[in-house]
């Protein structure tokens, strides 16, 4: 490694993700005694909360990513490694990846979570996950490469599988994915696609358990499946899918739907790299890890984030696998490092829960805080609000500002574009989960 | 096709190619008695002239590209395919393409040029060309990934290879590019690889004419040269590629490089479909056609704009292949064909020269317009502002326009990620060239 160079004594942190996490804890460590050393397979941070606007052509996809190296620029002790992690040898304290082996003196897992098909197969082929950049846009690709061609096909079942979409799970990403397609519908496929009887096309929105947006507040629930149905979404609750095989959704009212747009955000598991012991690994696919976020068995491996379950008397299964979560876990853990270096008690982390919201559409968000519920235009604005404050790089919040206010008085998406057309055939693991 | 179920008695023109000439001919047949139809593999207009910020990161693809269907929203003669067309059978009057045969009553090549690498297969392989928004994506990923493979190279000739840029020829899309990247090196290298010495890093503009930007006033070509020369670039004039084989180029001046950034900006020919007998085909792969932009031989099939050679006393060897000359003879075209319909005389075509221009960096550009040349700053102002205003969309000019601001007062680009690692290796005819 080059970045040894520029080493000085101090000990080595990697960090191996550069997502809400990894960044809070980097920038945590500036001026800090210690060589920072990220690695991400990406060369940028994501936004995911917003990957939906990407997929349904509402947002361009670097307007909510942003340059690792910029976020860090000035910052010496840190370098960053554009990389794949192979493996970790905790043993020889080494961690094996595309560009060679790296040796740390401390290791941060904070890879975050990855879509979850629970094991199946089939679904993995055939249905359209969220995760990251790549896969929004291969989405935005797919919706509009199906559209194209209902204009040609002849055959009445071939040509409603195209126009029909089934969203799966409805957690905020399932409620933000339906809702914003509805409104594409809506607004704008109507005006693109004259040729189009827009009644053929039918938005599902597919929940197993009897209730949407899970952990939120029963009038937030009732209020986003209220919102969903009076933009036209039907809404499935008590549902789970039984197969597909690509042409037709079965499910497990035995409804069948013939349709190829089936979005899958029924699930997440953590995306554990291999040399973590499988008995550390909990339900959702998450490291178990102690008060300290420290991974059982070691004292120099930590996980955070979305890949991490710290068990609590509130959170029993770990905290929720949002971005306040993963932020709050690596500043906590930036101060635990220099204490734990330092030879001095780390402090057990807090979790200080900010709320959740959800947008359904124009004018339509939910929003809980504490005790506090909204619902309608002015938790809409807030959802806004939030969510642009949160976005790294102020190029980025601006743009991402002129897109929704323009979209906001012309009730159009700026970017349905097929950039790169989406073939299912000639996906490889690298291009299709990338 | 469906289409013919909106299809009235009206003649039916068929369109290849959404560019600047495509557009605005189908624009100015709205409200005729002609059925418009319009094919292109893309479902957006590109607009080629800012390519090269995308490559360079200063623009997110989207802001430079617009939904075809969104163009001619509400024109009721119009009908949009995304198809790619295979042939033409002018004895049946159909076109065979990707989506089925389509019949046509007038049938107008509008599919501008592509880049010509000369008949070397090598050359093909090798270097980037930058065409299309996948191609100046690719471009941008390969850039980055090379900086990075750098970091860690330790080889030093593979090192400086990684490192050395070489821009082949110097008309507009070269000097831009060099310039680009140039300012790259200079405002935003420097600060995100602080570990790379910045003056191994070469940038080479390699010319076969004694001048750059050829067509332009002397006083414009040598301004470019100066202004070029200022930001580091090294200009080779009357020089040649000999050959590359990824690694090396060979100059004709028998100087050897180790690059394995070869930009090919070199040449454009025509890109003409088959069914096209080879004797219409003259200089730079271009369609003869008459001052009406029929093509010989044929009285109802045309050719517009890069793809088309008008022979004329200023012009023999057609007009220049820039947009200018495409959206007239598009307009132009629309009157003749109404025209040739009504069993009137068709006008022959009249190039109207509204001048040159072009941008090294910031506060550098070139400015021809008729007798008046300007350079520097205010040159600079009118390209940017003539640029602004022939983007199609209000949300892109926008969103260019907020990129321009901010990228003026930070120095800095604001999209330098790689969306979609480039793999020569995995490139197929389909992800490369389209």
Redesign the interface.
């Known amino acids: ?3 040894q ?2 080493t000085t004594n101090f000990p080595r942190v990697v960090i191996i993700g550069g997502g809400f996490g990894g960044i809070q804890l980097s920038k945590k460590l500036r001026d800090k005694e210690v060589q920072v050393l990220m690695l991400d397979r ?3 941070h994501t936004f995911q909360p917003l990957l939906y606007q990407v997929a349904t052509g509402g947002l ?4 909510i ?1 942003f ?1 690792l ?2 976020i860090f ?2 910052q ?1 002790n840190f ?1 960053f ?2 990389a794949e992690v192979q493996s970790i040898i905790p043993e020889r304290k080494v961690i094996s990846t595309s ?2 082996e790296i040796s740390y003196d401390y290791l941060v897992v904070a890879t975050g979570s990855d879509t979850n098909f629970f094991g199946s197969k089939e679904l993995e082929h055939y249905t359209m996950p969220m995760k990251t ?2 896969e929004s ?1 291969n989405l935005r690709s797919m919706i ?2 199906n559209l ?1 061609e209902s ?2 096909e ?1 055959d009445p079942i071939r040509k409603s599988a195209l126009l029909n979409f089934v969203i799966t799970g409805g957690g905020p990403t399932g409620v933000e994915l339906a809702g914003s397609i509805a409104e594409l519908k809506r607004h704008v496929l109507k ?5 189009l009887d827009m009644n053929e096309m039918n938005i599902y929105l597919v929940e197993g358990s009897p209730v949407l947006l899970g952990p939120m507040s029963k009038q937030s629930q009732e209020h986003a499946r209220k919102f969903l149905e009076e933009l036209g979404v039907i809404v499935l609750t008590d549902t789970r899918v039984s197969s597909y095989d690509g042409d037709k959704i079965v499910l497990s009212n035995n409804q069948e739907i013939a349709t190829k747009n089936v979005l899958w955000s029924a699930g997440v598991k953590g995306e554990v790299p291999e040399g973590i012991p499988m008995d550390r690994i909990v339900r959702g696919g998450r490291i178990k890890v102690d008060h300290f976020n420290r991974i059982d068995g070691y004292d120099d491996i930590f996980a955070i984030g979305d890949v991490a379950a710290m068990s609590t008397e509130d959170y029993p299964n770990g905290h929720p696998g949002v971005a306040p979560a993963a932020m709050q876990q690596g500043q906590h853990l930036a101060n635990n490092l220099i204490k734990i270096i330092n030879k001095e008690e780390p402090e057990p982390f807090k979790y200080k829960d900010k709320g959740s919201m959800a947008t359904i559409g124009r004018n339509r968000a939910v929003v809980d805080v504490g005790k506090i519920r909204f619902q309608g235009v002015f938790a809409w604005f807030v959802w806004m609000f939030v969510h642009l404050m949160s976005l790294v ?4 919040r ?2 991402v500002l ?2 929704w206010i ?1 979209s906001y008085f ?1 009730y ?1 998406r ?8 989406f ?1 299912r055939e ?1 996906m ?1 693991e ?2 299709a989960n ?1």
């Open positions: 490694m080059n970045s160079d520029s990406h060369n940028y361009e996809a670097d307007s990513a340059p190296r910029k620029k000035g010496s370098l490694r554009n560009i060679g950049i790549p846009l509009l490469q194209e204009l040609i002849k005006k693109d696609y004259p040729e790089g102020f190029r980025n601006l743009v002129v897109n323009w012309s159009d700026g970017t349905r574009l097929i950039i790169r057309p073939n000639s490889t690298d291009t990338k």
